[in-house]
């Protein structure tokens, strides 16, 4: 079984997509909000039955009703604001991730757990080190979210084919995120040999960015985070192994310790099964600290 806590329209369109995927019979909504999950669950299922999906969705709030789930994907929180940065989401957020763990702690004890509540590096942490969890079973969604708009940016720059394009983000979900040119290709061929220096600067510079446009325009991301989502459970459920970048709890990797952050990583039916150090460059590896000492800087501050 699937849970997910937090039936807003990231956790509603999660399981949207988990549905859409057939990757688990049962998908829980859960939500402190009296009838939001219960009714977005209605509606769910109602589009479920005409596509002849026989996947069951339901709404909750009662925690107790997690009892047996494999993952338990976390979405609650506030979300951000026109205006904010996601570490401005860091004290209203802290205590109620950490409310959140506990109840997944007591009734879902066996499950992998991803965050997806901003900021979140922290709430990644927070969830690792609350769950008594081995950190092969937490893993926050960030990285996956950031790669989906390098992606676009790179399609739009280039006009190729979407399908064609394979790239990388790793590092802080936030404005220190490492969006890696030199890891990205269309079909092999590198980036660098079909855009000029300037146009990948321009590239790597809207996808810290872009985020905020969104949240100008429309309020709220909603369809690519869900993507992601699922994206990770998908990799779970069917034993993939593929490499994807999420956060995770390092302990020597890159040369950090007692930190969660965006690397990529082998991804299966244990969580996170391997930890792939890629090489950085001088100045890589300065923006990936940039990244860390933000997130070392909003863990100290957390009172959990």
Do not use: C
């Not at 790669?147 to 979407?162: E, M, V």
């Not at 590092?171 to 855009?195: D, T």
């Not at 985020?211 to 909603?222: H, N, P, Q, S, Y």
Request: net charge negative; no cysteine; aromatic share 6%.
């Amino acid at each position: 079984m699937i849970t997910i806590i937090g039936a807003g329209k990231v956790g509603g369109e999660a399981a949207l997509f988990a549905a859409l995927k057939k990757l688990s019979d049962e998908i829980l909504l859960l939500d402190i909000i009296e009838g939001l999950p219960q009714g977005e669950a209605m509606d769910l299922n109602h589009m479920l039955s005409e596509q002849g999906i026989d996947v069951n969705i339901r709404g909750s709030n009662d925690y107790s009703e997690m009892k047996g789930s494999d993952i338990v994907v976390v979405v609650a929180g506030s979300g951000r604001k026109p205006g904010m940065t996601r570490m401005d989401l860091l004290k209203i957020n802290t205590s109620i991730v950490k409310g959140v763990v506990e109840n997944i702690k007591k009734f879902a004890e066996n499950s992998m757990i991803i965050p997806v509540t901003n900021p979140l590096d922290p709430m990644t942490y927070l969830t690792y080190k609350v769950s008594g969890l081995e950190k092969s079973r937490v893993f926050g969604m960030g990285n996956m979210l950031d790669l989906s708009r390098f992606k676009q940016f790179i399609h739009q720059a280039t006009g190729y084919s979407r399908d064609s394009i394979q790239a990388l983000v790793i590092g802080e979900h936030g404005e220190n995120m490492l969006p890696l040119a030199r890891y990205s290709s269309v079909s092999g061929i590198p980036l660098s040999s079909l855009l000029p220096k300037q146009k990948i600067e321009e590239i790597v510079r809207d996808t810290r960015q872009v985020a905020a446009k969104v949240i100008e325009l429309k309020g709220a991301t909603v369809h690519a985070p869900a993507n992601a989502i699922s994206s990770i459970i998908e990799a779970v459920v069917k034993d993939t192994k593929e490499v994807i970048p999420i956060a995770t709890y390092l302990d020597g990797e890159y040369g950090y310790n007692d930190v969660s952050i965006g690397v990529p990583a082998v991804i299966g039916r244990n969580g996170v099964e391997k930890i792939v150090e890629v090489e950085l460059d001088s100045d890589e590896k300065g923006w990936f600290r940039k990244g860390v000492d933000s997130v070392k800087n909003a863990i100290s501050s957390m009172e959990f």
